[in-house]
């Protein structure tokens, strides 16, 4: 089975630069969440949704940060303006019917550099 | 609020030693779950256990084991006859039943087999 997808894997941009990145989580998980770590902060949620329906974004940094999912098998994170502070490892994660009766699978994430 | 708090931010070990993470807890809901993932070099986040908070007994799953107390609100993972692949970070997280669907991590404890 295939697990979380995300792309890309790594990114390197210059500070102001908008990054989108880009999320296929596991087909019929009907949560979705994505997860930033940091050396600083270690692993925090950013957003999750449900049934492609955002529930809590109150982990979203600042208005530079959004989130949508179109649909059931695509989630993207999008930053912009880019500031160097914003590199970090941004993962994925999916889950079939929340933490309450299951657990959440992650991806690969994507390593981000703000130069 | 609940919190994680693994103290162990690095532990080295030779191959074959056993050696216990430790992972204390803090919620004011009755009902949670915790979790362990194994985080290696490479980066991903590999889910290892879950367990709810009504479910005290411990679990053997090969040279891996837990042992859930709630008395001292812990859940500390112990690796038996520790090998070289076992290095890696280990997070313990938790996620409170009563709240949004978050998944609280811990700093995570950095194990180093050495051959």
């Known amino acids: 089975d295939a697990g979380v997808i995300q792309s890309p894997r790594h990114e390197v941009t210059e500070m102001g630069q908008e990054v989108t990145l880009r999320c296929k989580p596991i087909s019929g998980h009907d949560y979705l969440f994505w997860y930033r770590q940091t050396m600083m902060r270690g692993l925090e949620l950013l957003i999750y949704f449900n049934n492609n329906v955002p529930i809590d974004d109150s982990g979203m940094p600042e208005d530079r940060f959004s989130a949508k999912m179109p649909n059931a098998s695509f989630s993207t994170l999008k930053i912009q303006p880019s500031e160097p502070r914003d590199s970090a490892v941004y993962f994925c994660a999916s889950s079939p019917t929340g933490l309450a009766g299951n657990t959440i699978y992650f991806g690969e994430g994507s390593w981000l550099t703000v130069v | ?115």
């Open chain 2, 1 to 115: 609020a609940q919190k994680v708090t693994q103290a162990q931010t690095e532990i080295s070990v030779v191959e074959k030693e056993d050696v216990t993470l430790d992972c204390v807890y803090e919620t004011r809901d009755t009902t949670y779950y915790l979790f362990w993932y194994k985080q290696p070099p490479s980066g991903e986040l590999v889910f290892l256990i879950r367990r709810n908070s009504f479910d005290e007994q411990n679990e053997i799953s090969g040279r891996y084991s837990w042992n859930f107390q709630k008395s001292t609100s812990s859940f500390n993972f112990t690796i038996t006859a520790s090998q070289v692949v076992d290095s890696a970070v280990y997070f313990c997280a938790l996620s409170e039943q009563g709240g949004s669907e978050k998944l609280v991590f811990g700093k995570g404890t950095k194990l180093t087999v050495n051959p």
